[in-house]
């Protein structure tokens, strides 16, 4: 068992430095519908986490319990909602987003929104009370006092966008229900990691898994490292 | 003209606590009043109030003769806080921080936060990190940030409370410089008896949210009228 893993590990490293076109092809594909999941996901989220965070309104705590609960949503849950939600019979089965890229990136986007709203809202709410009066005591209107306090807990807000672009990048629900799993389409890691396993292809999952840590592990290492200097 | 603050029947209710009541005093342009008190007399209070940070329930401020609301008072006075606050950045972006919220021009806040951290002995330290600084450079910094934006009224909450001697007479000195510019009038909540004796023009005695003795410094410590004020002065008041 042993000597199979090593070999099939050694195999995953000829496969990567060879560069296999479909290995690269999958990896470039992960990239982009999760990078645009999570780049969609900030368009609503920080704007949602900016409101929980920096206003009181009516209504807050539910808005925040929603949002803390479903950050544990399982994703093969969220899939199936969307997999009917976009399927040709479905409410919005116009719109044919239904097995391509731009429907996992929506799915995803759904799926990390909660982790955008909750940790960058925390950040941010994080932030040094003191900081508010000090920018107001210099003469700060509201919208500079909020941008000085938003100033503060950026790098907490940075490290929301990442956590839940690995979240994207490494699940599988969504992209297996919304995407299919087509080939040159929308396969991404995680589901050709999924095939391959069952095909009994292992080198092949291995070096895509290999891939998704390194990528994974990477982001952390940078932000970590550029949060240090 | 010489500027007038006016401070007309101030109260401040926390429920059921009274943290001001009633509190009046004036002050002039050039002057520096410094507040004394036990801890929990109302001496920060009183000067959140009058930065804009919190509300009165009762009560005015009034300078040259028109009567400022929580906007107005933002415009005019700020506050130092006994334990200084740094924005998480240089020294010179925090010390330029007023300056860019009110739309002053990059070549002008240079030359501005130049000046300003030479006041208080700072040169060279534009590029440090605020936050790494000792806790006297951090007030010193904290000083400089605030008089940069020349404010009318300057407000300061115990400012070498957490200092060794030799910063304490650092910050005593630059509040000394503001003083004889006479460009603003200061109050001062202290604990130190001596520094408001060095300072101050007139000092308030706080006592459970009420000022019972305003006088004179000199007065204040040679002939207080106030029996609480005399056992305060001369040390023998408990808690």
């Given at each position: 068992m042993f000597e199979t893993f090593i070999e099939a590990i050694h195999?995953?490293?000829?496969?990567?430095?060879?560069?296999?076109?479909?290995?690269?092809?999958?990896?470039?594909?992960?990239?982009?519908?999760?990078?645009?999941?999570?780049?969609?996901?900030?368009?609503?989220?920080?704007?949602?986490?900016?409101?929980?965070?920096?206003?009181?309104?009516?209504?807050?705590?539910?808005?925040?319990?929603?949002?803390?609960?479903?950050?544990?949503?399982?994703?093969?849950?969220?899939?199936?909602?969307?997999?009917?939600?976009?399927?040709?019979?479905?409410?919005?089965?116009?719109?044919r987003l239904l097995y391509t890229p731009l429907g996992i990136s929506i799915g995803q986007s759904l799926l990390i929104t909660p982790i955008v709203v909750s940790f960058a809202s925390s950040a941010i709410e994080s932030?040094?009370?003191?900081?508010?009066?000090?920018?107001?005591?210099?003469?700060?209107s509201r919208f500079q006092t909020d941008l000085a306090v938003m100033h503060e807990s950026t790098w907490g807000i940075i490290l929301a966008i990442v956590a839940s672009f690995s979240r994207a990048f490494a699940e599988l629900g969504v992209a297996m229900m919304v995407g299919g799993?087509?080939?040159?389409?929308?396969?991404?890691?995680?589901?050709?990691?999924?095939l391959e396993t069952a095909r009994g292809e292992i080198a092949f999952s291995i070096a895509l898994t290999i891939i998704l840590m390194i990528i994974v592990f990477s982001l952390t290492f940078i932000i970590n490292f550029l949060r240090r200097t | 003209m010489s500027s007038h603050l006016h401070i007309e029947k101030i109260e401040k209710n926390y429920e059921d606590l009274k943290a001001l009541n009633n509190l009046a005093f004036d002050a002039h342009q050039g002057q520096l009043i410094s507040l004394v008190g036990a801890n929990g007399s109302g001496k920060t209070t009183l000067l959140r109030i009058m930065a804009g940070l919190d509300f009165p329930n009762n009560g005015k401020i009034i300078f040259n003769g028109k009567e400022l609301n929580i906007h107005d008072?933002?415009?005019?006075?700020?506050?130092?806080?006994?334990?200084s606050i740094m924005f998480n950045t240089s020294v010179f972006k925090n010390v330029a921080f007023g300056?860019?919220?009110?739309?002053?021009?990059?070549?002008?806040?240079?030359?501005?936060?130049?000046?300003?951290?030479?006041?208080?002995?700072?040169?060279?330290?534009?590029?440090?990190?605020?936050?790494?600084?000792?806790?006297?450079?951090?007030?010193?910094?904290?000083?400089?940030?605030?008089?940069?934006?020349?404010?009318?009224?300057?407000?300061?909450?115990?400012?070498?409370?957490?200092?060794?001697?030799?910063n304490a007479i650092i910050v005593e000195n630059t509040i000394k410089?503001?003083?004889e510019r006479k460009s603003c009038i200061i109050v001062m909540a202290t604990h130190n008896l001596y520094q408001a004796r060095r300072l101050s023009s007139f000092i308030a005695h706080l006592h459970y949210g009420r000022i019972i003795e305003f006088s004179k410094s000199e007065k204040f410590f040679a002939q207080p009228e106030n029996k609480i004020t005399q056992k305060f002065v001369s040390g023998e008041l408990q808690f």
């Amino acid at each position: 068992m042993f000597e199979t893993f090593i070999e099939a590990i050694h195999q995953a490293i000829i496969l990567i430095w060879s560069g296999d076109p479909e290995v690269f092809s999958i990896t470039l594909r992960s990239l982009y519908v999760s990078g645009l999941a999570t780049l969609l996901s900030c368009l609503w989220g920080l704007p949602i986490a900016l409101g929980l965070a920096l206003s009181s309104f009516r209504g807050k705590k539910l808005i925040r319990g929603f949002f803390n609960a479903m950050l544990g949503v399982p994703t093969v849950a969220l899939g199936l909602i969307l997999y009917l939600l976009l399927s040709k019979s479905g409410p919005l089965g116009i719109f044919r987003l239904l097995y391509t890229p731009l429907g996992i990136s929506i799915g995803q986007s759904l799926l990390i929104t909660p982790i955008v709203v909750s940790f960058a809202s925390s950040a941010i709410e994080s932030v040094d009370v003191g900081v508010r009066d000090l920018a107001r005591t210099l003469g700060a209107s509201r919208f500079q006092t909020d941008l000085a306090v938003m100033h503060e807990s950026t790098w907490g807000i940075i490290l929301a966008i990442v956590a839940s672009f690995s979240r994207a990048f490494a699940e599988l629900g969504v992209a297996m229900m919304v995407g299919g799993n087509i080939r040159y389409v929308t396969r991404v890691l995680t589901t050709s990691i999924a095939l391959e396993t069952a095909r009994g292809e292992i080198a092949f999952s291995i070096a895509l898994t290999i891939i998704l840590m390194i990528i994974v592990f990477s982001l952390t290492f940078i932000i970590n490292f550029l949060r240090r200097t | 003209m010489s500027s007038h603050l006016h401070i007309e029947k101030i109260e401040k209710n926390y429920e059921d606590l009274k943290a001001l009541n009633n509190l009046a005093f004036d002050a002039h342009q050039g002057q520096l009043i410094s507040l004394v008190g036990a801890n929990g007399s109302g001496k920060t209070t009183l000067l959140r109030i009058m930065a804009g940070l919190d509300f009165p329930n009762n009560g005015k401020i009034i300078f040259n003769g028109k009567e400022l609301n929580i906007h107005d008072l933002r415009k005019i006075a700020t506050l130092v806080f006994q334990k200084s606050i740094m924005f998480n950045t240089s020294v010179f972006k925090n010390v330029a921080f007023g300056l860019k919220v009110r739309g002053v021009d990059t070549k002008k806040i240079r030359d501005k936060v130049f000046d300003s951290l030479s006041s208080v002995s700072l040169q060279g330290f534009e590029n440090k990190k605020a936050n790494n600084l000792s806790g006297g450079d951090q007030q010193r910094v904290a000083l400089a940030r605030a008089f940069i934006i020349k404010p009318q009224i300057l407000l300061l909450d115990e400012p070498t409370a957490n200092l060794d001697p030799s910063n304490a007479i650092i910050v005593e000195n630059t509040i000394k410089e503001i003083l004889e510019r006479k460009s603003c009038i200061i109050v001062m909540a202290t604990h130190n008896l001596y520094q408001a004796r060095r300072l101050s023009s007139f000092i308030a005695h706080l006592h459970y949210g009420r000022i019972i003795e305003f006088s004179k410094s000199e007065k204040f410590f040679a002939q207080p009228e106030n029996k609480i004020t005399q056992k305060f002065v001369s040390g023998e008041l408990q808690f």
